[in-house]
């Protein structure tokens, strides 16, 4: 059975709603990214260097990243070597097994929430204009509806209307937020925050922190300083350190990651505005060159258009196309 055929029988045969969200989110990779792919294929009638060359430039285009690029064209070299491939359309499938294959480790992608009747610690870092805000927001509204009772923590106390921002979040989704006035010292606000939900028998605490990246070496500090905060009061915490990243910033977003990487202990990526973009590639590039999960993506405008990511459904989303017709 082909990989197609599986995803087939996996998604199109339900209704599935997190799938028509990533079929729907990666309409603008899709057409790009997929749309060059069969074009390829379309104009070669056999798997030869040329073939290979122009895959390549494709998924450079679609900002997977060089270092990802070069080793999937090995990978994929291999495969269809390996199996006497002489087909251009077999290799479709080819591709789409091997970007499921480096996402293997289904494990890491869900968020780490502590056990039960434990508080759980997120912290969300970032520079400014991602979503850092939104992204807080729509997982507060996440977690609720699951049930749990969360609180959020205004640590970014530096950016203008950030406090104002996050409280009109917190008044949408209907959780509250522990906050000090414009200009506190954010480590202060995650104590009063970690504190209060302590005292209110919290499930969820979610912190936002500031995002000058012009100013590194400062806000490291600072982000250094609120973490030790968190987990002298609470052993263990912050379960979570997600970076959120503007997936329509390409290579850019590459870049910020490895910033904050070198500087703080990011457990986790939370990659909005996906579908806003045709480069939807970076998702692999993270993944592969920085090893860290990408936990989380922005599918769309809507409450519950942020998604936990699954590789095998972001691979439906890429090739829906192909799938759908199988």
């Known amino acids: 059975m082909s990989f197609f055929k599986k995803l087939k029988d996996k998604f199109t045969a339900t ?14 990779t ?4 997929a749309g060059k792919v069969n074009d390829l294929v379309a104009r070669y009638r056999k798997v030869d260097e040329d073939f290979f060359e122009e895959l390549e430039e494709i998924l450079i285009t ?4 060089f270092d990802t690029v070069m080793a999937l064209i090995e990978e994929l070299k291999m ?8 087909d251009t359309k077999e290799v479709q ?6 970007l499921v294959e480096i996402y293997r480790n289904k494990e890491e992608v869900d968020a780490n929430i502590a056990m039960q009747n434990d508080l759980t610690v997120i912290l969300f870092v970032g520079v400014n204009g991602v979503g850092k805000t939104t992204t807080i927001g729509k997982l507060a509204h996440k977690f609720k509806s699951e049930g749990k009772k969360v609180l959020l923590a205004a640590g970014d106390t530096f950016r203008a209307g950030a406090i104002e921002q996050l409280e009109v979040w917190g008044d949408r989704v209907g959780v509250d937020v522990i906050k000090q006035g414009a200009g506190s010292d954010p480590a202060a606000v995650m104590f009063d925050a970690v504190q209060a939900a302590r005292s209110r028998g919290a499930d969820v605490l979610l912190c936002d922190t500031a995002g000058r990246l012009q100013n590194k070496v400062n806000l490291m500090k600072e982000l250094e300083k609120v973490k030790k905060v968190i987990e002298r009061e609470i052993p263990g915490a912050p379960h979570e350190v997600l970076l959120v990243l ?3 910033t390409g290579q850019n977003a590459l870049i910020q990651a490895k910033t904050f990487k070198e500087a703080t202990d990011v457990s986790g990526i939370v990659l909005t505005k996906l579908d806003g973009t045709a480069k939807g590639g970076i998702v692999l590039a993270i993944k592969n060159e920085l090893d860290i999960p990408v936990k989380f993506v922005g599918l769309g405008e809507k409450m519950d258009d942020l998604q936990p990511f699954d590789a095998e ?4 989303g890429l090739f829906a196309d192909l799938v759908d017709n199988e």
């Open 79 to 86: 495969e269809v070597k390996r199996r006497n491939i002489q």
């Open 93 to 98: 499938a080819v591709i789409s097994e091997k």
């Open 246 to 248: 503007d997936a329509t």
């Open 30 to 33: 899709r057409d790009s990214f």
């Open 62 to 65: 679609a900002d997977v990243g």
């Open 15 to 28: 209704t599935d709603q997190a799938s028509e969200k990533f079929k729907q989110g990666l309409t603008k």
């Open 313 to 316: 459904k972001y691979v439906y």
